[in-house]
């Protein structure tokens, strides 16, 4: 046995046996050996600190803690890129805790607050705020405003719960634990201290450890920051933490009355008319205190209900005070727009009151305002109809502010739209009620707003509606749109804008019309007005607004001349707007751009605009059919018999790449289809071109198809022509009818425009005018001509680089010819007689 071990075995038995005693075994010794080493570890351990086994429940609990921490800091530095990231990071948290949620009976409360917070903060972030954010905070805070939205609707139910009594319902888990201690020593039933401890002591004990755990190293800092006091102050010790306490009690206090609503108060409401007269005059004085305002709108709904049946000239008053709280509540509530069930209300009331005084017959005259800074203190038939235009221009204003608000993909904006169709219907009858009145200028304002609110609706949607209005399943008025002739429609009302508008409003009028007449299939008309009544040169002269609606009519026009299979108008229309440099969207008033010259230029709802992809589109396709027959007329032709530029670059683009793969997208099936184009094969070009998935965009796209399918046709025989005219000495017309299946007629009308316009050197025979005989040049002549043409650009530039010669070293008489000559002699002859003395006196003497 080594000494080792009978030292350890010596050391290790001082106290079982004395030191004479027998001698200790090998495998004794080891034994002892391993358990001291055991024994040693558990008592470091024991140093350290005694291990506490933490449940799932603990573990899952603390972990949302201590992001909520982290997200109530960035909420008050207000730091959205990093409270978008936590909010993530909680909710892939929750999702892991769905089952010790399940089993404590739901989402804990302190989670449920802190969505709330968040939610506020979203909602009471103003305008000015926003614009003081960086780039990537703001588009964090357009994210978290959109999912915050979102997730709160999931659990909607709880987060009512918590508004309705956020003092009772919120409470910590501390609290919980306690009142369950309670109860359980109420029962009898007995408990460790030590364990009462640690669950007292856990949150605190939590906090202290996970610090360190923290990815933000402010939360880091405040492990070390931490100072313990002498033990001597312990009344200190406990005063400042009371002070602690009070203060997060009021902290929560304060934000807790955020949520907190009206309670249920019985009020006592006295229909006698004095006390009436009186209440209305105190609501009129009392407006814009935000106290009283939702005990105010009570009290004018309840009126309404209760004179509506016994009094309707006061229900009328009381219907004029009540908008305008309305009002006051909305812009209070929402400050960037009027949410949806406000904007309701204001418009039932405001149909209301017209309804009363139109089909009802209440007097205006008698109405009173209660208003103790109106010395008339009563109503006039002007004022009467100024307060309701001013109530619905109010109405359309902010619902163009929800349009841009809203994101187009949500339940909200299909509503919205809904309530676009109301507010026509009441446009409808405010025209009709300002026509009795003879009111010449606001019949002008209505016919512009009814006009913009209807002008690019299109057939296939007045189709669906008449199809929900006989079904009874359609939830709006569609009295605007008659029998489904809108053009009739929007004629009348620009007659009435022609009739009492001013320059700028009938401008915009005529835009909106030739709009509409293209977008209905109605292209000739649409483009005669179009050219008789506005010219380019007056629209630059106009607002950006206006010029943007130009290229919006201009967008249409070609739209509609496409649908009719006019390809070469189509292109005239188009290629102004694609030629230039500026982004597409912008020109169609579709995208935000910043403030210039003082006008704010503002985006077109989303069912108002146009697909930016269908437009470059169908000029592609216009400008590939004119543009491949231009091109293989003559390789060797100028550039100036340039059609399309924008599709020569495409092509350029194409040719220079070394591989192109199989056509996939809308560009690469183009020029793949105008490759075979060039080559006369109409049936490959065409099944290319029907593979692009925006033809379901365009409207009735299977005419279109059809008409768009002769014109190819029709190009493939042109193409090929001048790809083989030097390939053939004659070739029957039948034989290009059959290849290219268009009629007799059309196939000989191609062919004399191509011979009598010099496009191909060709005679018709005269016997049955049936073969198409070729007078084609010789291969010499055509050599002749080709280095005749390189003879002369050599020429030029002979002259161009000897020209430059002479200015940058001196005239060697390289570059001279007979006319320069005869001026160089003129110019010696005039510096000769200017140098010449006159001769002396003496001489003349002599």
Not at 157 to 174: A, C, Y
Request: with cysteine; aromatic share 10%; charged share 30%.
């Amino acid at each position: 046995m080594s000494k080792f071990f009978q030292e350890e075995s010596n050391s290790e038995g001082e106290n079982e046996a004395p030191r004479g005693g027998p001698e200790v075994d090998a495998g004794q010794a080891s034994q002892a050996t391993r358990t001291r080493i055991i024994q040693g570890l558990i008592d470091s351990d024991d140093d350290e600190g005694q291990r506490v086994i933490v449940t799932e429940k603990e573990k899952r609990y603390t972990r949302l803690r201590e992001i909520i921490k982290e997200i109530k800091i960035k909420i008050k530095n207000q730091d959205f890129v990093t409270l978008l990231d936590k909010f993530e990071e909680l909710n892939k948290e929750v999702e892991k805790s769905a089952k010790v949620f399940e089993k404590e009976g739901g989402l804990p409360r302190f989670y449920i607050r802190v969505m709330c917070q968040i939610e506020v903060l979203i909602l009471q972030f103003t305008a000015e705020q926003k614009k003081k954010l960086g780039v990537n905070n703001s588009k964090a805070y357009n994210t978290l405003k959109q999912r915050i939205k979102k997730h709160n609707l999931t659990i909607k139910d709880k987060i009512d719960e918590f508004i309705n009594n956020p003092v009772t319902t919120d409470q910590s888990e501390d609290e919980r634990k306690k009142k369950v201690r309670a109860e359980k020593k109420a029962a009898g039933s007995d408990s460790e201290p030590e364990a009462q401890q640690k669950e007292e002591s856990s949150d605190s004990e939590d906090d202290d450890k996970y610090l360190l755990q923290s990815n933000d190293p402010m939360v880091r800092r405040r492990y070390w920051l931490k100072k313990k006091l002498p033990d001597k102050k312990d009344q200190k010790v406990e005063e400042i933490q009371q002070e602690k306490v009070n203060k997060k009690v009021a902290v929560d206090i304060d934000y807790d009355v955020k949520f907190d609503i009206a309670q249920n108060k019985e009020i006592h409401i006295d229909y006698d008319p004095e006390a009436v007269k009186k209440k209305l005059e105190q609501i009129v004085s009392s407006r814009g205190v935000q106290k009283n305002q939702v005990e105010n709108l009570y009290i004018c709904e309840k009126y309404i209900q209760y004179f509506i049946k016994e009094n309707l000239q006061r229900a009328v008053e009381i219907l004029l005070i009540t908008i305008s709280l309305q009002i006051d509540q909305a812009k209070s509530e929402a400050p960037f727009y009027f949410n949806r069930q406000s904007w309701l209300q204001i418009y039932q009331n405001t149909f209301l009151l017209f309804s009363l005084h139109q089909d009802k017959g209440v007097k205006v005259e008698k109405l009173h305002t209660y208003s103790k800074y109106d010395q008339e203190n009563s109503f006039s038939e002007f004022r009467f109809i100024s307060t309701l235009l001013v109530n619905f221009q109010t109405l359309e204003v902010e619902l163009n502010k929800a349009f841009q608000n809203v994101d187009y993909y949500t339940q909200e904006y299909a509503e919205r739209l809904s309530d676009l169709y109301q507010l026509t219907h009441l446009s409808q009858k405010l025209l009709e009620l300002l026509k009795i009145k003879n009111d010449t200028a606001n019949i002008a304002l209505m016919s512009f707003k009814q006009l913009e609110a209807i002008y690019y609706i299109g057939p296939a949607v007045i189709q669906k509606l008449l199809e929900l209005q006989t079904n009874k399943q359609a939830a709006t008025p569609l009295q605007i749109f008659g029998n489904g002739d809108i053009s009739s429609k929007i004629q009348s009302l620009v007659e009435n804008i022609l009739k009492y508008g001013d320059k700028e409003t009938i401008v915009k009028a005529t835009l909106y019309w030739v709009y509409n007449l293209a977008l209905n299939g109605k292209y000739e008309q649409a483009h005669e007005i179009f050219i008789s009544n506005i010219s380019y040169d007056q629209i630059s002269q106009m607002k950006t607004l206006i010029q943007l609606y130009y290229n919006r009519a201009l967008v249409q026009l070609g739209f509609g001349a496409f649908r009719q299979g006019l390809i070469y108008e189509t292109h005239l229309h188009l290629a102004d707007l694609l030629s230039r440099d500026k982004v597409l969207k912008d020109l169609l008033s579709q995208n935000y751009m910043k403030q210039v010259e003082g006008e704010y230029r503002y985006t077109v709802p989303y069912h108002m605009s146009i697909n930016v992809e269908t437009i470059e589109f169908v000029y592609l396709l216009a400008a590939m059919l004119l543009e491949v027959p231009n091109i293989n007329q003559d390789l060797f032709e100028d550039s100036h018999k340039i059609i399309s530029r924008k599709f020569r670059q495409l092509c350029q683009y194409y040719d220079s790449q070394t591989f192109n793969p199989q056509p996939e997208n809308m560009r690469d099936l183009i020029y793949a289809a105008s490759k075979e184009l060039a080559k006369g094969n109409w049936t490959k070009c065409w099944d290319l071109l029907k593979q692009i998935q925006l033809w379901t965009r365009i409207p009735s796209y299977e005419q279109v198809q059809q008409q768009l399918k002769e014109r190819v046709q029709e190009q493939a025989l042109k193409c090929y022509l001048y790809t083989f005219k030097n390939a053939f000495s004659n070739i029957s017309i039948n034989y290009l009818r059959e290849r290219f299946q268009l009629s007799e007629q059309i196939t000989k009308t191609i062919v004399y425009k191509m011979i009598y316009y010099g496009e191909i050197k060709a005679i018709i025979d005269n016997q049955d005018q049936s073969f198409l005989i070729f007078v084609n040049d010789d291969i010499s002549n055509q050599t002749k001509r080709l280095a005749s043409v390189l003879i002369e650009k050599l020429n030029q530039q002979c002259k161009n680089n000897e020209k430059l010669m002479d200015s940058k070293i001196g005239s060697f008489g390289i570059a001279v010819d007979k006319e320069s000559v005869d001026q160089i002699n003129k110019q010696k002859k005039k510096n000769v007689t200017k140098n010449k003395k006159p001769p002396n006196a003496s001489t003349k003497r002599k």
